[in-house]
């Protein structure tokens, strides 16, 4: 039963969200845009919902001309690529809120199991142990809450699946709280971490 109220909470929330805080969206695209002149929004291949494919929505934070494919962790030097907009972006995750837009269509939550890159197969295998890929990946999730980029995939999807058997509407703003609090501590953010591939 939760899982069907979930989806109307986070269609209401994310809409009530957009009405009453579309301008700091404009705000950061247009910090992004004078930057230099290129995308606003970085788009890239997830897995949600069953293993289905979608693309996740991020404020670019990296340059026109970094390398494409090629996650953040291998490259030679990640600063180099990072904008200036973009380091502040990512160290206050203010990056992620086109995810919204996410939300109010249904490929994502409020709460849940950060979604894989679509190569990410060791760890859609590791959700699969605990059926945490059997739910709608989330804006923020347990494993966030409890380690973020610093976690090992093994680890990471036993949080998951830990939130799969917990999960629930207390659960959920616990960890919505419990973010609330890292994100203003900038806990567990590491610079080139999965969570930050592909120019995004």
């Known amino acids: 039963m939760y899982r069907k109220a979930k989806r109307v909470i986070d269609f209401l929330l994310s809409l009530i969200w957009l009405i009453l805080f579309w301008w700091l969206l404009v705000l950061i695209a247009a910090a992004i845009k004078l930057e230099d002149g290129g995308n606003v929004i970085f788009k890239q291949r997830r897995i949600g919902l069953n293993k289905k494919e979608f693309y996740i929505y991020k404020f670019r934070t ?18 180099e690529y990072i904008t200036k907009s973009g380091h502040f972006l990512r160290r206050s995750s203010l990056d992620e809120l086109p995810q919204i837009f996410n939300i109010l269509k249904g490929d994502m939550s409020f709460v849940g199991p950060r979604p894989a890159l679509y190569n990410q197969y060791d760890l859609i295998a590791e959700r699969d142990k605990y059926n945490a890929n059997s739910v709608v990946p989330g804006l923020t999730g347990w494993a966030q809450v409890n380690g973020r980029d610093e976690l090992p995939i093994p680890v990471k999807a036993k949080y998951d699946g830990e939130y799969v058997d917990r999960m629930s509407f207390c659960f959920d703003i616990y960890i919505i709280f419990r973010t609330i609090f890292s ?3 900038a806990e567990g953010v590491k610079e ?6 592909n120019n995004g």
């Open 62 to 79: 990296m340059k026109m001309d970094t390398p494409k494919d090629v996650p953040t962790h291998m490259l030679h030097d990640p600063d």
């Open 183 to 185: 994100v203003f501590k």
């Open 192 to 197: 080139g971490a999965d969570e930050h591939d």
